[in-house]
C-alpha cells in the first residue's frame, strides 16, 4: 500500500463493495439496529481467495474504520513474522516455546495505537504471570511468576512486558485473555497472513545428536493463544498466497465450518473506476486511454489487482 501511495502520489484506496460488506458483518454486531443487505452475521471471519484479489487491503480498511470508530483493535499485519526469526525457548511451564522477540513487538505496536484507551481499562484477571527465558539472558534468578497489583490497568499489564522480556509472551497470552472481557468498548482481532499459523515454523527443535524435528506453529504459546476462533470474540483472518504456505485443508482446527468468505477479484465497474484512476494519475497517457483498453487490461489479467496495475503501464 505505501509503496502504491508514493507511486501514485497520492494515499488513496477504492471502496469496495466486498469491503462494505465484511465492514457492515461488524458494524451490526455491535449495532443490531443497523440495515444491511444481508441479516445473518458473523463473528468470526477468513478472507480467502485467489492470489492480489484485495484480502490484505480489506483487512487494512477494516482495522483503520474500527479504530475511527473508537474500537479496540488487535492488528497483527505480518502473522508470519510470529513464527519466523528471534529466539525460541521451550517453556517448562507451559511445555510450549516462548518467542520473546516477538511478543516485545506485538505488545510495542498494541500500545502505540491504543494507548490512550487502554489506560482506561483495567485488568480484570490477577492470576500471577509465569515467566520465561528473557531474550539472550536465560531465566530470571530468584523468580518464577510476576502479579499485576490491584488497580492495575491493561496500559500497565504491556508495560511490564515491555520493560522486562522474560514476561513478555506470558502478557501477550494474559492480554488475549483480557481482551476477551472488555466490555466498555468492542474488541477486534485482525490477523494478516493467517494461514501462517497452521503450518510448520522456521524453529527445529534437536531430538537426537544428528537430528531435528520441525516446530508447528501451534507449539508457539503465542499463536497458540490466538489462533483459535472458537470463542464470541470478533476476529477476522486474512490468508496470504505470498507466503508459500501452500493449500490448506477446508476445515481447519479451532475455526468455525463456516467461517470462510471467499473475497472477490475486481468487478468490471471496479475495473474501470480502477484504470480511471491511474489515467487522472498520470500512470495512464490520457491520450492512449479508452475503453476498449482497459477492458482488454481487464480480461488478461482475469480482474487481478496487482496484474492490472503492471499492464497498465504498457498501456
Known amino acids: ?14 471502496v469496495r463493495e466486498s469491503f462494505l460488506d465484511l465492514r457492515d ?30 484480502k490484505s487491503i480489506a483487512l487494512a480498511m477494516l482495522v483503520h474504520w474500527a479504530r475511527t470508530e473508537g474500537w479496540l483493535v488487535f492488528y497483527v499485519p505480518h502473522g508470519r513474522d510470529w513464527t519466523h526469526g528471534g529466539f525460541f525457548y521451550r517453556n517448562t511451564y507451559s511445555d510450549l516455546f516462548d518467542t520473546p ?35 539472550g539472558v536465560g531465566m530470571m534468578k530468584g523468580a518464577d511468576t510476576v502479579e499485576m497489583p490491584e488497580g492495575s490497568t491493561l496500559y500497565d499489564l504491556i508495560q511490564t512486558g515491555i520493560t522486562h522480556s522474560h514476561a513478555a509472551v ?4 494474559r492480554l488475549r485473555k483480557e481482551l476477551s472481557l472488555v466490555k466498555d468498548v468492542p474488541v477486534l482481532f485482525a490477523i494478516d497472513q493467517y494461514n501462517s499459523w497452521f503450518t510448520f515454523t522456521e524453529f527445529q527443535e534437536p531430538v537426537t545428536v544428528r537430528s ?63 484504470c480511471n484512476y491511474y489515467m487522472r494519475q498520470k500512470i ?32
Open 1 to 14: 500500500m505505501l509503496k502504491e501511495f508514493q507511486d501514485t502520489r497520492r494515499c488513496a484506496v477504492m
Open 25 to 54: 458483518n461488524f458494524r451490526r454486531i455491535v449495532d443490531p439496529a443497523i440495515i444491511a443487505k444481508r441479516k445473518e452475521t458473523k463473528r468470526q471471519i477468513i478472507l480467502d481467495g485467489p492470489r492480489s484479489c484485495g
Open 101 to 135: 522477540v516477538q511478543a516485545g513487538k506485538v505488545l510495542q505496536d498494541f500500545l502505540k495505537y491504543n494507548e490512550a484507551r487502554l489506560q482506561q481499562l483495567p485488568c480484570q484477571i490477577f492470576e500471577p504471570i509465569p515467566l520465561g527465558e528473557g531474550t
Open 170 to 173: 506470558g502478557v501477550v497470552v
Open 212 to 274: 531435528c524435528r520441525s516446530i508447528h506453529a501451534k507449539e508457539l504459546a503465542t499463536v497458540n493463544a490466538y489462533r483459535p476462533m472458537l470463542h464470541n470474540d470478533m476476529m477476522v483472518g486474512a490468508f496470504s498466497h505470498s507466503t508459500a504456505v501452500g493449500k490448506l485443508r477446508q476445515e481447519l482446527p479451532d475455526v468455525p465450518t463456516d467461517a470462510r468468505l471467499m473475497f472477490p477479484r475486481y468487478t468490471a465497474d471496479e475495473a474501470e473506476t480502477v
Open 284 to 315: 495512464i497517457r490520457r491520450e492512449s486511454f479508452s475503453e476498449e483498453k482497459w477492458k482488454k487490461i481487464y480480461y488478461l489479467s482475469n480482474g487481478n489487482g496487482s496484474e492490472m496495475r503492471w499492464l497498465a503501464a504498457f498501456i
